[in-house]
């Protein structure tokens, strides 16, 4: 009897104590870190990218004077641009680049509650291949996460600025002008959808960049969880 208790008390040991070294196992590949630890700090990580990423573009000029991220004159009618300039009317085109790129910047604020959910979502399968996956694999990860969200959350408010200088009007009737020429390709007449393409395209650039940083830059880490992730997963 005595021995059957001794046994039974030995197994049940060695069970518990299993049971606390599983919760702080090791994923292979990690360097050391725990599942909890790189979860943590991924998340600590696209917090921070993209809080900077955001904060950088809504600031006044962020899309407009950033040529990595300005939005262009629409290219389907860059003829209309290149015929106005050469009749010296080039103001007009950069009057209406400007206000393209003004209304994204108004615009992009609102990713940063859309983000924080896709954060919340992610999983230990998530984080170890953003982890172990290229310099821009957390923007994809919000790129397949988040783009269709964004694209409903922007539009609005890119319509409603648009409509404020009467853009909408003006591209609707170039477009719609020259879809009625004969044997040409039909252009697409949504300016909001434009623009607003172009402003998460800008997004995930600033985004992709911050990213970068964060993996290749020691300085850009500025939390404890995040210099022991990084530090340790590019070993």
Not at 108 to 115: C, D, R, T
Not at 181 to 205: A, H, R, S
């Given at each position: ?12 040991t060695?069970?518990?104590t ?5 919760k702080?196992v ?5 360097s050391g870190?725990?599942?909890?630890e790189?979860v ?5 990580a696209l917090?921070?990218?993209?809080t900077?990423?955001?904060k ?6 962020g899309f407009?004077l950033?040529?990595?991220v300005?939005i262009p004159?629409p ?7 290149k015929?106005?300039?050469a009749?010296?009317?080039g103001?007009?085109?950069d009057?209406?680049v400007e206000?393209?790129?003004?209304a994204?910047e ?5 990713a940063g509650?859309i983000f924080?959910?896709?954060i919340?979502q992610m999983t ?11 310099d821009?694999a ?13 694209v409903?959350t ?6 409603r600025?648009l ?10 009737k170039?477009?719609k002008a020259?879809n009625k020429?004969p044997?040409?390709k ?12 172009k ?5 995930f650039?600033?985004?992709a960049?911050?990213?970068?940083l964060i993996?290749t830059d020691?300085?850009?880490r ?10 340790q997963?590019?070993?």
């Amino acid at each position: 009897m005595k021995k059957a208790v001794f046994f039974l008390t030995l197994t049940l040991t060695i069970f518990f104590t299993q049971c606390d070294v599983l919760k702080e196992v090791q994923i292979p590949g990690s360097s050391g870190l725990t599942k909890d630890e790189i979860v943590r700090g991924l998340k600590e990580a696209l917090k921070t990218g993209t809080t900077n990423a955001i904060k950088t573009l809504a600031k006044e000029n962020g899309f407009y004077l950033d040529e990595t991220v300005k939005i262009p004159f629409p290219q389907q009618v860059d003829y209309v641009e290149k015929k106005l300039r050469a009749l010296g009317l080039g103001s007009l085109i950069d009057n209406f680049v400007e206000r393209m790129n003004h209304a994204a910047e108004q615009a992009v604020s609102k990713a940063g509650p859309i983000f924080y959910d896709a954060i919340t979502q992610m999983t230990i399968t998530d984080a170890l291949d953003i982890l172990h996956g290229a310099d821009d694999a957390a923007t994809q990860y919000f790129r397949e996460k988040t783009y269709p969200q964004l694209v409903e959350t922007f539009k609005p408010d890119i319509t409603r600025v648009l409509n404020q200088v009467h853009l909408a009007e003006y591209w609707d009737k170039v477009t719609k002008a020259y879809n009625k020429i004969p044997f040409t390709k039909k252009v697409e007449e949504d300016l909001p959808q434009y623009v607003t393409e172009k402003t998460i395209d800008g997004l995930f650039v600033k985004l992709a960049r911050e990213e970068k940083l964060i993996r290749t830059d020691p300085e850009a880490r500025v939390t404890d969880i995040l210099k022991k992730v990084f530090a340790q997963a590019g070993q």
